[in-house]
């Protein structure tokens, strides 16, 4: 045994160490490096929810029950898999609202009411009791066993009265540390970084203190988890513990029930929201906590069943209490530094508890249940505090003392008749009650300050008259009366089996009334009547936290107040240095030099509100800024038409991007339109100085000379004659020409004339030949022509047509080579359309030129070597075939001569008819 | 985001199949009286089925986080 001095010492020691870690954390945080702003701090900052309960009661519970222990720990597992979803938006709805606890959240949400932070802060209170009453058992007992100061270490202290009774002492040592920890200075966004370092310490302390034991007992007092399994197996008594059935009467309903309020519990916890969503430094932290608080979890649990069994074998039932065997099984061996060490590791998970509990919950009495009261009555109204600061601290720190005294007063009361795990699946159970409240008004816009606070209410009610009155009265201090025959004797009122409810364990009954309870009052009274505006702004602002910016939250009301009113409004509450300097900061980002300057608008007064929302709660925030600022309530149909506006707004932007889109699509048009006209002037331009190119050629020469004729008058007759001809022809080459520009633009523009009569293409075409004959025998040439029999006539221009053949033969007749020339033509009938081609024997045409003889001015072959011409036969001869409904291409390959073709289109039967018997 | 996206419909599915092989009739399969190796079945079932649950939610939570 171990005397108490040295215990003590030790404990006091270990508390002094954390409260060095709280200090530096706090130290570091003021100088902007925060030790806690990790994933891996946040995560084990989580683990606040392994308390002496799980320390000692889960050895205590796998005793009597096997592997019953492990659904409070799988119940958080589930819900971590679900934080992304669930407590990130908690998170971000706190962040934004500056919300501080579960008190405030409910009442924020449900329209700032002060009535449900205040019921919430007592069903947290009450519930909460329980859960401390535990911790201080935790402790007292496990010193008792340290000390040996008690041999049976189950009723430690039973006969003692209250002033020399250690666990007084021990709750009020918890509530200076607490005090400490927590309410040693104001803090506007209810942050303590210090505290939260200290917390993630004591959960790796506590972690490796079970895990050394655990080892301890596996491996030094037994063999491995092989031999103790071995062993259990052939002790009938312990082998009905490893089965689900055999170990428990509560069945699969309640191992479900069980798991289901360990996952509540892990969400709506005052601790777990204080570390999880107050304190979080960055949402991305969530991330990792979301497996590695679960694998912290499993890995505490590892070794509970193996101690269990352990201490079982070793001590025999009955002898020792299982809540103790941790201590029990080393001071058994003798392992005296290492008992200690486990019951630094209980402390830890004791004291870690406790001081974020109470924490949470001074926070809620301070800011859901005193402030209000405290703002109602008329003497706080007439009084001109200047500041308020100290009185916040004061209430604080009173809160904290008196929970644990609280605390205290149910462990004397009722704590001695339970074991650790039942006083804690009572606070857990309390603690649901939060659940339909606290979702539906994340995710359901209808749920009404009247539904929830009847829902709360009924679900409070049942909870306590279904466990926490029947916990009172099992330890004697109520007439038990009541449990086995129902209330006033009615028999379907017995708390246990309510409503005849039978055949349930009294966890999963109390659980499954009061959540019925609950959720029945909050959805029917809630469906009862419409939200009012206040009711409808706070769903919207909760409900989409998500798609509202974080920066801007929406302000659904009209007011507005002087700056002059608003900052010693806020000094008063968080000191005047402090407000001052916040001010400073919110002039700084709206861009103005200093406070004075400040917009008395919608926005500082939100700004103010939010501010002090986070120092006295929201409720109250809104109370204090209403009695300076002149403002009207907005009613539900400005609120629902402020949201329908935002909706309009959306639609807008959403038919503006569809506009802008078309937009953009008509510029690209607009755009190849442009890149069209430009080229089209390009081409136009190339036209105009191919044509006058072309014209002043033959000018040059004419000019010359006629100069030359009437500068010399004795010009002989030879050269005079050999000079008019060359002019003449240069002539008739420009009158060729003008024709041919004339004959293109006509037919381009649509307003060439067209003399259309019935063709006999044989006939047409044996006369084109007739007409070139000369041109080719001058070149020496052979024209080949090969016509059908028979060929249908068709209907078109005739000179036009004429034209077209002559282009193209006088083409053929100008490249053939001299004097080896052969040029063919034929005319072909196919189905529909008449077929010409022209064939010659000439050099051809090069591939990249195949394109480009059509273009106007655009001759074939190169430079000098090309015969004169105009440039516009093949563009107008085109033109023409197409005007006819036809084609004209050419077929060549160099040095193997060309081939121009062109079909022309052969009347339907109907038209031909039509066309003779007009003729 | 991880919230809207794949990551959270995993972890939604990671939990629905956390729900179901914790509770009846799931959890009746993993009773058996005959030891595993030695150790409980159901003890060795359910811290198993428990680590690879933790295994497959922060693969998800991880991955999500590039």
Same mark, same amino acid.
């Given at each position: 045994m171990l005397t108490g001095t040295v215990v003590v010492a030790a404990s006091f020691a270990y508390l002094m160490l954390l409260f060095a870690v709280a200090w530096y954390g706090d130290r570091r945080a003021e100088q902007g490096r925060s030790i806690i702003a990790n994933p891996w701090t946040y995560a084990m900052s989580l683990a606040v929810y392994c308390t002496a309960w799980t320390y000692f009661g889960s050895v205590?519970?796998?005793?009597?029950?096997?592997?019953?222990?492990?659904? &409070?720990?799988?119940?958080?597992?589930?819900?971590?898999?679900?934080?992304?979803?669930?407590?990130?938006?908690m998170i971000r709805i706190s962040r934004t609202y500056r919300i501080t606890s579960i008190a405030d959240f &409910?009442?924020?949400?449900?329209?700032?009411?002060?009535?449900?932070?205040?019921?919430?802060?007592?069903? +947290?209170?009450?519930?909460?009791?329980?859960?401390?009453?535990?911790?201080l058992k935790a402790i007292s007992s496990g010193y008792s066993v340290l000390t040996g100061s008690d041999d049976s270490g189950v009723f430690p202290f039973a006969t003692a009265s209250w002033f020399n009774d250690g666990t007084l002492y021990v709750a009020l040592t918890l509530a200076v540390f607490t005090v400490l920890f927590g309410a040693r200075h104001l803090d506007a966004a209810e942050r303590h970084e210090g505290m939260v370092a200290a917390i993630a310490f004591e959960s790796v302390v506590k972690l490796l203190a079970f895990l050394v034991v655990g080892g301890f007992v596996t491996w030094s007092v037994y063999e491995g988890f092989g031999d103790i399994f071995a062993r259990a197996f052939a002790n009938p008594d312990l082998a009905a513990l490893l089965s689900l059935q055999t170990a428990s009467t509560a069945g699969y309903g309640g191992w479900f029930a069980m798991t289901l309020l360990a996952l509540l519990s892990v969400i709506f916890l005052p601790r777990q929201f204080q570390v999880t969503v107050v304190e979080n430094v960055n949402e991305q932290? #969530?991330?990792? @906590?979301?497996?590695?608080?679960?694998?912290?979890?499993? #890995?505490?649990? &590892?070794?509970?069943?193996?101690?269990?069994?352990?201490?079982?074998?070793?001590?025999?039932?009955?002898?020792v209490d299982p809540d103790t065997f941790v201590l029990s099984l080393p001071l058994a061996h003798g392992e005296k530094a290492l008992a200690l060490l486990a019951f630094i590791g209980g402390l830890s998970a004791a004291t870690g508890m406790v001081i974020v509990e109470t924490i949470a919950v001074s926070t809620m009495v301070c800011n859901d249940l005193v402030m209000p009261l405290l703002l109602s009555t008329k003497r706080f109204k007439?009084?001109?505090?200047?500041?308020?600061?100290?009185? $916040?601290?004061?209430?604080?720190?009173?809160?904290?003392?008196?929970? $644990?005294?609280?605390?205290?007063?149910?462990?004397?009361?009722?704590?001695?008749?339970?074991? $650790?795990?039942?006083?804690?699946?009572?606070?857990?159970? @309390?603690? +649901?009650?939060?659940?339909?409240?606290?979702?539906?008004?994340?995710?359901?816009?209808?749920?009404?300050?009247?539904? @929830?606070?009847?829902?709360?209410l009924a679900g409070?009610?049942?909870?306590?008259? /279904?466990?926490?009155?029947?916990?009172?009265?099992?330890?004697?201090?109520?007439?038990?009366?009541?449990?086995?025959?129902?209330?006033?004797?009615?028999?379907?009122?017995?708390?246990?089996?309510?409503?005849?409810?039978?055949?349930?364990?009294?966890?999963?009954?109390?659980l499954f009334w009061s959540l019925t309870a609950n959720i029945a009052c909050y959805v029917l009274v809630s469906l009862a009547r419409v939200p009012t505006?206040?009711?409808?702004?706070? +769903?919207?602002?909760?409900?989409?936290?998500?798609?509202?910016?974080?920066?801007?939250?929406?302000?659904?009301?009209r007011g507005r107040a002087q700056v002059q009113d608003l900052q010693p409004l806020v000094a008063r509450f968080l000191g005047a240095e402090r407000a001052r300097r916040m001010f400073e900061a919110y002039a700084r980002e709206r861009g103005v030099r200093s406070i004075e300057e400040l917009k008395p608008d919608a926005g500082l007064v939100q700004f103010a509100e939010t501010q002090l929302a986070g120092?006295?709660?929201?409720?109250?925030?809104?109370?204090?800024?209403?009695?300076?600022?002149?403002?009207?309530?907005?009613g539900l149909d400005e609120v629902m038409d402020i949201l329908d506006e935002a909706s309009q707004v959306r639609a807008y932007s959403h038919e503006l991007e569809e506009k802008s889109q078309a $937009?953009?699509?008509?510029?690209?048009?607009?755009?190849?339109?442009?890149?069209?006209?430009?080229?089209?002037?390009?081409?136009?331009?190339?036209?105009?100085?191919?044509?006058?190119?072309?014209?002043? /050629?033959?000018? /040059?020469? &004419?000019?010359?000379?006629?100069?030359?004729?009437?500068?010399?008058?004795?010009?002989?007759?030879?050269?005079?004659?050999?000079?008019?001809?060359?002019?003449?022809?240069?002539?008739?080459?420009?009158?060729?020409?003008?024709?041919?520009?004339?004959?293109?633009?006509?037919?381009?523009?649509?307003?060439?004339?067209?003399?259309?009569?019935?063709?006999?293409?044989?006939?047409?075409?044996?006369?084109?030949?007739?007409?070139?004959?000369?041109?080719?025998?001058?070149?020496?040439?052979?024209?080949?022509?090969?016509?059908?029999?028979?060929?249908?006539?068709?209907?078109?221009?005739?000179?036009?047509?004429?034209?077209?053949? #002559?282009?193209?033969?006088?083409?053929?007749?100008?490249?053939?080579?001299?004097?080896?020339?052969?040029?063919r033509v034929r005319l072909s009938a196919e189905t529909g359309q008449l077929r010409v081609d022209v064939t010659d024997n000439g050099p051809g045409i090069a591939p990249e030129q195949l394109g480009v003889i059509f273009e106007k001015f655009r001759q074939g072959g190169d430079e000098r070597s090309r015969p004169q011409g105009t440039g516009l036969g093949l563009p107008i001869s085109r033109q023409i075939v197409e005007h006819f409904g036809g084609r004209l291409w050419v077929q060549s390959r160099p040095g193997e001569g060309a081939t121009f073709s062109f079909v022309l289109p052969l009347p339907l039967e109907s038209e031909r008819g039509a066309g003779h018997a007009m003729t | 985001m991880m919230r809207r996206g794949l990551a959270g419909q995993r972890l939604v599915a990671a939990f629905l199949g956390g729900a179901l092989l914790f509770n009846y009739p799931v959890l009746s399969l993993l009773d058996r009286s005959e030891p595993f190796f030695g150790m409980p079945m159901l003890w060795v079932c359910l811290f198993a089925v428990w680590a690879a649950l933790i295994a497959v939610v922060a693969w998800i939570a991880e991955r999500g986080a590039r």
């Open positions: 205590g519970r796998a005793a009597s029950g096997g592997v019953w222990f492990l659904p &409070i720990y799988l119940g958080p597992t589930l819900a971590m898999s679900l934080s992304w979803i669930v407590m990130l938006k &409910i009442a924020s949400r449900y329209g700032k009411s002060h009535l449900l932070g205040g019921l919430v802060t007592i069903i +947290a209170v009450v519930g909460m009791v329980p859960y401390i009453a535990l911790q932290h #969530l991330r990792r @906590a979301t497996w590695l608080f679960p694998a912290y979890l499993l #890995l505490i649990n &590892i070794f509970v069943l193996p101690i269990a069994l352990g201490g079982l074998l070793y001590f025999g039932r009955g002898t007439r009084n001109v505090h200047p500041d308020l600061t100290g009185l $916040l601290l004061g209430i604080r720190r009173g809160a904290i003392v008196v929970v $644990l005294l609280l605390g205290y007063l149910y462990f004397r009361l009722a704590g001695e008749a339970y074991a $650790l795990v039942s006083i804690g699946l009572i606070s857990f159970a @309390a603690v +649901a009650q939060f659940a339909p409240a606290m979702l539906g008004g994340m995710y359901w816009r209808g749920g009404t300050r009247d539904g @929830a606070f009847a829902g709360l409070f009610v049942v909870w306590a008259y /279904t466990l926490m009155l029947p916990s009172v009265a099992k330890s004697g201090w109520l007439d038990r009366d009541f449990l086995d025959q129902g209330l006033f004797g009615l028999d379907y009122l017995r708390p246990e089996q309510l409503f005849g409810l039978a055949g349930l364990d009294s966890i999963s009954h109390a505006g206040q009711e409808a702004t706070q +769903a919207t602002l909760f409900v989409d936290v998500f798609s509202r910016g974080q920066d801007a939250p929406a302000t659904f009301w120092a006295i709660g929201s409720a109250s925030a809104r109370v204090m800024v209403s009695s300076v600022v002149q403002e009207e309530p907005l $937009l953009e699509a008509a510029t690209a048009e607009l755009r190849a339109a442009n890149e069209r006209l430009t080229e089209l002037d390009r081409l136009k331009d190339d036209f105009m100085s191919s044509v006058t190119h072309e014209l002043r /050629t033959p000018l /040059t020469s &004419i000019r010359a000379f006629s100069e030359m004729l009437l500068d010399d008058p004795k010009i002989d007759l030879k050269d005079r004659t050999r000079f008019l001809t060359i002019i003449v022809s240069e002539t008739e080459r420009l009158t060729r020409l003008v024709n041919q520009v004339l004959d293109m633009a006509k037919i381009e523009s649509g307003h060439a004339e067209w003399h259309n009569t019935d063709i006999d293409m044989r006939e047409l075409v044996g006369h084109a030949a007739e007409t070139t004959d000369q041109l080719f025998r001058d070149r020496g040439a052979v024209l080949e022509i090969d016509l059908p029999d028979a060929a249908p006539h068709l209907r078109a221009d005739r000179d036009r047509l004429l034209q077209v053949l #002559l282009n193209l033969l006088s083409n053929a007749a100008k490249f053939v080579p001299d004097g080896a020339g052969v040029a | -």
